[in-house]
Nanobody, 122 residues
C-alpha cells in the first residue's frame, strides 16, 4: 500500500501563493487516484481537489475552483497542489489522500498522509 508524506506548507499573506507536494512511497503510484483534503480548526475535514491515476481528469471543490490546481508526476511519485490567490479561509491542515484506481471524487480514500499546515494571514 502506498505511503504519503506532505510538504510545502507555511505562512503566507492573503493573495499569495504556495505549492504543496505529496511524495508517495511503496505501492504502484500510477494506479492510485489522488486527492487533497483540508481541515480547519473546529471544522470537519473537507475535500479540496482530486486527480485521476493518469492525470487526465481532475475535480475541485467550488471554494477553490480557479485558484487551486492539482497535478501529478507519476515518474517522480509526486502529487502537487498549486494554491494561488490565497484567502484567510484557506487556513487549514492539508492532507494528501489516495485510493486504488478509484473514481475522481471526494469519496472512499483509504490512505492518508500526516498533513501540512497552511496559514494565510489577512
Amino acid at each position: 500500500q502506498v505511503q504519503l508524506a506532505e510538504s510545502g506548507g507555511g505562512l503566507v499573506q492573503a493573495g499569495g501563493s504556495l505549492r504543496l507536494s505529496c511524495a508517495a512511497s511503496r505501492g504502484t503510484f500510477s494506479r492510485y487516484t489522488m486527492a487533497w483534503f483540508r481541515q480547519a480548526p473546529g471544522k470537519e475535514r473537507e475535500f479540496v481537489a482530486a486527480i485521476s491515476w493518469s492525470g487526465g481528469s481532475a475535480s475541485y471543490a467550488d471554494s477553490v475552483k480557479g485558484r487551486f490546481t492539482i497535478s501529478r508526476d507519476n515518474a517522480k511519485n509526486m502529487v502537487y497542489l498549486q494554491m494561488n490567490s490565497l484567502k484567510p479561509e484557506d487556513t487549514a491542515v492539508y492532507y494528501c489522500a489516495a485510493k486504488y484506481y478509484g473514481l475522481v471524487s471526494r469519496y472512499e480514500y483509504d490512505t492518508w498522509g500526516q498533513g501540512t499546515q497552511v496559514t494565510v494571514s489577512s
